[in-house]
């Protein structure tokens, strides 16, 4: 092997060993996430562990776990207004409502009820953000309210921009859809408005499933999962999976990962879209058509799935289904 080649092996198998771990910190951000278990996952000595963790990912691995469960956490003030501050907390593993209360306030400079009451205040104006309570303290807060989502192949594909705040023209459904085995490439930081690097993501992606077989279309399911809500996660620190679906014994190596994408009850949204409008697409679902639904968003990712090859569309549009996880409210 090439010295070069050796050294992108290497690389690769390091960001592969850590996504195994973010995964895991996701799946189980409730219970104790100690050192020696997430040193483990990755299979690292855990005297190492830390450096290697911190070096690849940006932020140091306690950091990373207690922002993501407070990230959680936000994201369940705003959609599950039935559950007390308290319950929150406790779901997203803090282990007493004083400690997240401290820890909420330090990182969102709000406290947790501040909070609950002026994001369900914005979100009830279409999602027009009026206030910047809440900010992040890097200053990294999203100029949109957008949120991002899961899509998933359909018949019907009818929107028309100029008409979006017309709910008549959303064409919404809710069903059941069966969990779904995938492999991904992820990438940390920024990616709003750069079509290029979704390219490069897929095109990776593509030439490793294509020299394995695995690309069979129109049975492979191509997609977009965020794991992060940008309302709320600094944009340097958003992560964002591009994803095929495989069968379930499907063997990975490198910087390809696998994970499984939780069945359950879904919003999906039809549209035909240019790079412009994805930004309103997803308003017009949180914005517009969720909030008198008598739905709210359920624990999970939500996703993007493409139906077409844009370049096969009379006017160059990506037919699209955004998927959200919902349950009743």
């Known amino acids: 092997m090439e010295k070069q080649e050796k050294k992108a092996w290497l690389r690769e198998e390091y960001i592969s060993r850590i996504n195994r771990v973010i995964d895991y910190i996701e799946d189980n951000i409730t219970e104790g996430l100690s050192l020696k278990k997430l040193s483990h996952v990755a299979n690292f000595s855990a005297f190492h562990f830390h450096r290697i963790f911190r070096a690849i990912v940006g932020e140091p691995l306690n950091q990373f776990i207690q922002r993501v469960r407070l990230e959680k956490a936000a994201m369940k003030l705003i959609g ?53 309570i809440g900010k992040p303290k890097s200053n990294m807060w999203k100029d949109s309210t957008s949120s991002s989502a899961y899509t998933e192949g359909t018949k ?89 679906t495989v069968p379930e014994d499907t063997e990975v190596d490198g910087e390809v990962g696998k994970m499984t994408i939780s069945g359950g009850k879904y919003a999906i949204g039809h549209f035909e879209l240019d790079n412009t409008e994805y930004e309103e697409a997803w308003n017009a679902l949180y914005g517009e058509w969720l909030p008198e639904s008598g739905y709210q968003p359920d ?29 009743p409210l």
């Open 299 to 327: 624990d999970g990712p939500p996703f993007e799935m493409y139906i077409n090859d844009p370049n096969e569309h009379p006017r160059h549009k990506s037919i699209v289904d955004i998927y959200i996880p919902v349950k």
């Open 80 to 132: 599950q207004s039935k559950l007390s501050i308290t319950e929150i907390a406790l779901e997203c593993g803090f282990s007493s409502s004083s400690s997240f209360a401290r820890a909420f306030r330090e990182h969102f400079n709000v406290s947790a009820s501040e909070w609950r009451e002026q994001m369900n205040v914005t979100n009830s104006k279409n999602g027009e953000a009026e206030s910047n």
């Open 156 to 244: 019907s594909h009818e929107w028309r921009r100029q008409e979006m705040v017309d709910k008549k023209t959303l064409k919404v459904e809710v069903k059941e859809i069966p969990s779904m085995h995938v492999v991904y490439i992820r990438h940390i930081g920024s990616y709003k408005g750069d079509a290029g690097l979704f390219e490069r993501l897929f095109n990776k992606l593509f030439t490793w499933a294509g020299a394995r077989d695995l690309l069979r279309f129109p049975a492979t399911k191509v997609m977009t999962v965020y794991h992060d809500n940008p309302e709320v996660t600094d944009e340097s620190k958003l992560r964002t999976s591009v994803c095929i």
